[in-house]
């Protein structure tokens, strides 16, 4: 149970009111994995330049019908709830690239408990199995999506908010333009091009933010 890893975790008072049971979602989501098989999870922002799981192999990978977006409310990790920052989801729509990262299945009931805590303390992601096209062949990976519907959803958002958000917004991991850079910086390593987070990257920077 996920109850027996929240052991010195940050208190519960640190956190908002869950906005779904995250253990519900969780039993929900396993029923989608094979134990019998090896864990697939898709990375595309933080997750790629800092997993906090040993990965038994490595791929480049492309899903459709979703893409990488900066406009997901963080109200702790990168902003706080007087200043909200920002963090990467996947939205419908379009494609993205990033990283799928396969766990030994004997290894992958454990880190995907981890990865909970770490991706799902509110209930805030609609985890996915989405199908993730690679080199080597598809695989069926786990994603954390976002709908519109939410209310960390931000919809559109201008430039000049954005720089504000930019300038102003920190949490407990640091700021919302320290994620984005290093996220920038991860998927050039990776020979990854994201026009949209490079012309943020360079909207920070005309700023004198970076």
Request: a neutral charge; charged letters at 25%.
């Amino acid at each position: 149970m996920l109850e027996d890893l929240t052991a010195g975790t940050a208190p519960e008072a640190a956190f908002p009111t869950p906005l779904r049971d995250p253990q519900h979602l969780f039993e929900h989501t396993l029923r989608g994995w094979d134990p019998q098989q090896d864990l697939w999870v898709f990375g595309y922002a933080s997750l790629i330049w800092r997993p906090e799981f040993e990965a038994h192999e490595e791929r480049l990978a492309r899903v459709h019908g979703y893409h990488r977006s900066l406009r997901m409310r963080s109200r702790i990790n990168r902003g706080t709830p007087e200043v909200p920052g920002l963090v990467f989801t996947l939205l419908a729509g379009g494609s993205c690239v990033g990283m799928v990262y396969r766990v030994p299945r004997e290894r992958g009931h454990e880190e995907l408990q981890r990865l909970w805590l770490r991706e799902m303390p509110t209930g805030v992601y609609d985890p996915r199995w989405l199908a993730c096209r690679t080199a080597q062949g598809p695989v069926k990976a786990l994603a954390f999506t976002l709908s519109r519907s939410s209310p960390s959803y931000t919809g559109p958002i201008d430039d000049d908010q954005m720089v504000r958000i930019l300038r102003d917004a920190r949490g407990r991991f640091g700021t919302t333009l320290d994620y984005l850079l290093a996220t920038a910086d991860g998927l050039r390593k990776l020979g990854i091009r994201d026009a949209e987070i490079e012309r943020l990257a360079a909207l920070a920077c005309r700023h004198g933010l970076s």
